[in-house]
């Protein structure tokens, strides 16, 4: 049986810089998926439970901290493994994605497939816009994430 098309969750703050870049995806994407294929989220993990409680596939793309290049993309299987909480530990959100995946898994609500997409953020003070480098990691997910959805919704 074929899964239904993925959950797409975009997870930042608007207020500080490069975190924002998980919404920026989503956003782009919104116009590429349709309406209703794409939502937003704070991060707060409560939030992010609920959202993917009921969905058999989730993309969650958000800002990570990992000591690497700004700019690089990770993406991660969480269905195989537990998330690195290494490189989600520094979050604006204190009880976020790590945890809500944590929980989730916990819980049996896991989706059963569910990758995340992090971005290698460079700057996250409050007021800071989104570094040139973040900005094409954004276009170039954007990019990734739509293929992986089409790719999905021809297989199986």
Do not use: C
């Not at 239904?4 to 995806?25: C, K, M």
């Not at 995946?101 to 995340?116: C, D, F, K, Q, Y």
């Amino acid at each position: 049986m074929a899964l239904s098309p993925p959950l797409v969750i975009g997870v930042g703050n608007r207020l500080r810089g490069d975190d924002a870049a998980g919404l920026l995806v989503a956003e782009l994407l919104q116009g590429r998926l349709g309406e209703g294929a794409v939502v937003t989220s704070g991060g707060d993990a409560t939030d992010l439970v609920i959202l993917w409680e009921e969905a058999d596939s989730v993309i969650v793309i958000d800002a990570m901290v990992s000591g690497r290049v700004p700019g690089t993309v990770v993406r991660h299987d969480v269905a195989a493994a537990p998330l690195p909480v290494d490189a989600f530990a520094t979050s604006s959100h204190h009880f976020g994605l790590a945890e809500a995946l944590e929980i989730s898994r916990a819980l049996g609500t896991l989706p059963s497939r569910l990758v995340v997409y992090g971005i290698e953020v460079e700057a996250t003070s409050l007021g800071t816009p989104l570094s040139p480098r973040v900005v094409d990691a954004v276009h170039r997910t954007v990019d990734e994430i739509a293929a992986e959805v089409t790719r999905s919704a021809t297989a199986g």
